[in-house]
């Protein structure tokens, strides 16, 4: 069946940076496309990211362009969100899934946590 592990958050002071891996199995992960979303506390699930199968044509919301960048390891069937210059705004639990976006549907892993301090 299918399955997303992500890892990789963490507690970190504002303009720190994280990077977040999710692991995928159970489907041909060369041509899907993947995105990531996140949920703030108290809030709805927002995307983040997106990218093609092969890799390529990352899009990305508003809030987090010039800041983050997604890619895809195809050989490790993992993608990945590099998250630069964190602002307390970022917090919330990260979710990889299928698909590009910019809508958040779609099955999600379990999440892994991203806590940005002021």
């Known amino acids: 069946q299918v399955q997303l592990v992500e890892s990789g958050g963490g507690s970190v002071e504002a303009g720190g940076s994280l990077r977040l891996s999710c692991v995928a199995s159970g489907f041909t992960f060369s041509a899907t496309h993947m995105k990531w979303l996140r949920q703030a506390p108290g809030e709805g699930l927002q995307w983040v990211a997106g990218?093609?199968?092969?890799?390529?044509?990352?899009d990305y919301a508003d809030s987090v362009k010039g800041r983050f960048t997604i890619s895809k390891d195809n050989t490790k069937n993992t993608v990945y969100l590099q998250m630069n210059s964190l602002k307390p705004e970022d917090t919330g639990t990260y979710f990889c899934?299928?698909?590009?976006?910019?809508?958040?549907?779609?099955?999600r892993g379990q999440g892994t946590q991203v806590t940005v301090a002021s």
């Open positions: 990218i093609f199968a092969r890799g390529l044509a990352p």
């Open positions: 899934a299928r698909g590009y976006g910019p809508d958040t549907g779609g099955q």
